[in-house]
């Protein structure tokens, strides 16, 4: 497993390029769009498979027998292409050369906000690659006997993000990401996954035996996944299944206000700080929530702490099913990992 260095830059009033503050009223549409996007999770919604480009998407048409060189997809102009031809066209675009096939590629089961755009080209931005080119099928599943719920933690921007968990009969719609050698590197590092730390939010395990279907394509017997060490939120015995991804769920569903709702009415406790007090001081209910969280990271370490150690149910695939769990890489216990930058919490820098 490739380990690298990485670096997570924090939200600050800065100056601009010609020396100026932004104001106020500036710094806090900044904040607004902060929190509009935590309570979006897991961000724009996704139909179709794509390929991603630099940050561009092109939805496939076909997947061919390798989504890289026969599938087909529609170009700048709306032109149907293979996939070959189309990154040969654009070579310098994509390192000088044909990126990998399929099968030469990592099968990551993308349930979160990794499936989204956005979230893709947030991570492969971020300056570690010195490549300067990403190319990534991404494709539509669905994946048996698993539901895609919300994890017991709270992240940075004060959202409760996603995780897996196995329930039987259950069918989820998600996304497989194919990464390349780099891709695979570059996303550790996105996730925060240290292999040499005691702690980490994520630990990289194989699912196997699982029947991933891809829509349109085959069925895969095995594939990974970041799977959160906080586990999923778990209250009166019932966990709660994301209401933006479809499929067939056993928890109910509930969106993320409706989880931040709930979970804040246990947690919820102390005060925030005067940075988090000013900014969130004309906020009520979630909202105010989700704000003192993103503000005060002492704040949001006492909820996250008090969430996993009460309310959560660690991953777990039961011994008699048929879906088989490894994990690969990374520490199963959930914290801070060694090499995060922060910020954290002095007193309690562990928990994030």
């Not at 990464?179 to 695979?184: A, G």
Request: with cysteine; proline share 6%.
């Amino acid at each position: 497993m490739i380990a690298v260095a990485w670096m997570v830059t924090t939200q600050r009033t800065r100056e601009e390029p010609d020396g100026t503050v932004p104001s106020s009223v500036e710094v806090q549409h900044a904040v607004e769009s902060i929190l509009d996007r935590a309570m979006d999770y897991p961000y724009e919604d996704v139909r179709t498979s794509y390929l991603f480009v630099n940050g561009k998407t092109y939805d496939y048409t076909d997947l061919g027998s390798d989504p890289m060189r026969d599938g087909r997809v529609k170009d700048d102009h709306g032109a149907l292409v293979h996939v070959e031809d189309f990154l040969r066209g654009i070579l310098p675009e994509v390192g000088g050369k044909l990126p990998p096939s399929i099968n030469e590629r990592h099968a990551v089961i993308a349930y979160g906000s990794n499936r989204a755009p956005s979230a893709l080209a947030q991570n492969f931005s971020n300056g570690l690659s010195t490549r300067h080119r990403t190319a990534i099928p991404v494709i539509k599943a669905i994946l048996p006997d698993f539901e895609v719920v919300h994890a017991a933690h709270y992240e940075r921007n004060g959202n409760q993000p996603a995780t897996i968990q196995y329930a039987a009969g259950a069918r989820a719609e998600v996304f497989v990401t194919f990464l390349d050698d780099e891709d695979l590197m570059l996303m550790h590092a996105a996730e925060g996954l240290d292999p040499a730390s005691p702690l980490s939010w994520y630990h990289y395990a194989k699912l196997s035996d699982i029947n991933l279907q891809l829509v349109g394509g085959p069925t895969l017997a095995s594939a990974f996944a970041y799977i959160d060490n906080y586990g999923a939120t778990k209250v009166n015995d019932r966990t709660f299944a994301v209401s933006k991804v479809a499929g067939q769920t056993i928890s109910a569903k509930m969106s993320q206000q409706e989880v931040l709702d709930l979970t804040r009415s246990l947690v919820e406790s102390g005060d925030p700080g005067l940075d988090g007090a000013h900014r969130c001081s004309d906020m009520t209910g979630a909202r105010h929530f989700l704000c003192t969280s993103w503000a005060d990271t002492c704040l949001r370490a006492q909820r996250i702490r008090a969430l996993h150690e009460k309310y959560s149910a660690p991953f777990a695939v039961p011994s008699g099913a048929i879906p088989k769990y490894e994990v690969i890489s990374g520490s199963t216990h959930a914290g801070n990992p060694a090499n995060y930058l922060g910020p954290r919490c002095e007193r309690d820098p562990d928990i994030g």
